[in-house]
């Protein structure tokens, strides 16, 4: 499990990212592509990422801030 969450944003951000360069140089494809989709999948990995970050962060003896 603690490897399919970063896999899973790792795959979120380029599927976001292929399809902001889809509608930006694609104007035909663009016009069935919304830019909500494009706008939520992003955010699904910025959220996912947010979580990966949370669990390394956060631990029971306080914030764990080393590198």
């Known amino acids: 499990m603690k490897q399919i969450i970063p896999l899973l944003a790792i ?3 380029l ?3 292929a399809l902001a360069a889809v509608r930006l ?3 035909e494809i ?3 592509l919304s830019r909500s989709i494009v706008i ?17 962060i956060v631990a029971k003896e ?3 801030l080393a590198f």
């Open 11 to 13: 795959t979120l951000y």
């Open 15 to 17: 599927a976001a990212a």
């Open 25 to 27: 140089f694609r104007p």
């Open 30 to 32: 663009s016009a069935r």
């Open 40 to 56: 939520q999948v992003g955010f699904s990995a910025l959220l996912l990422h947010a979580l990966i970050l949370y669990q390394t």
């Open 62 to 64: 306080g914030l764990n």
